[in-house]
């Protein structure tokens, strides 16, 4: 069955210093992943996906990142964050072919000045 | 600009009330989901549905059941409320032709039950 981790619950960062929220899945079949970001008192909006083809995914606002198939991972990036990046970030991947999302625990991304 | 609409952000109940909450959606989706949302648990599926009059179990339905009569309206009902129900609630749709390309979300409702 297939599970998604992700390695830390908050990550704070100062301003303008890069970042990565870490994610982790097992799964025995081929998958599907994705990032999610919230903002405060909002839905989930797609950041980025994978789906195949090249490893490096670039997403909405900066963000990218790497599908490593040997390692089960697909870290989120950013070079240089800013404020208005804090939020609460969700790695999920697909359960087979269903179409179904199974969502990590999330992770807070805390934005220091 | 599609959308996935939640009737209510915010919601005050009493224990033991019969709650609906309403979730809409104009993308013609086939596929509705309700997730809740509670701190350190991530999201969890309670019910889902892939067509009209159709719905399936998620992870955690007990407590809850839904409705399907219309493609694009998915409704949860909370037969009789209790505050460990109390939580943040997510509808999304999808499409089945594009069943990979992840979901459209609501804003979501908070629920506080009392």
């Known amino acids: 069955a297939q599970s998604v981790t992700q390695l830390d619950s908050q990550v704070p960062v100062f301003e303008e210093a890069p970042v990565e929220l870490r994610c982790n899945y097992s799964s025995s079949v081929s998958v599907y992943l994705f990032w999610y970001v919230q903002y405060p008192n909002q839905g989930l909006q797609l950041l980025l996906k994978?789906?195949?083809?090249?490893?490096l995914v670039k997403g909405i606002n900066g963000f990218e990142a790497e599908f490593n198939k040997s390692q089960t991972s697909f870290h989120l990036r950013k070079p240089s964050v800013h404020i208005s990046d804090t939020a609460e970030y969700f790695c999920a991947v697909t359960k087979g072919n269903t179409g179904k999302l199974i969502f990590g625990q999330g992770t807070t991304l805390q934005v220091k000045p | 600009d599609v959308k996935v609409t939640q009737s209510s952000r915010y919601l005050v109940k009493r224990t033991g009330e019969k709650v609906f909450l309403e979730c809409v959606q104009d993308?013609?989706?086939?596929?509705m989901f309700w997730y809740r949302q509670d701190p350190g648990l991530g999201l969890r599926l309670i019910y889902f549905?892939?067509?009209?009059?159709?719905?399936e179990k998620g992870d955690i339905p007990e407590g809850y059941s839904v409705s399907r009569e219309k493609k694009e309206r998915f409704s949860l009902i909370l037969e009789s409320a209790s505050t460990n129900q109390t939580s943040m609630y997510l509808c999304a749709s999808s499409s089945t032709g594009t069943v990979n390309y992840g979901y459209t979300f609501g804003s979501g409702t908070r629920l506080t039950v009392v």
């Open positions: 549905s892939y067509d009209v009059k159709m719905k």
């Open positions: 993308m013609d989706h086939e596929n």
């Open positions: 994978y789906l195949s083809g090249s490893t």
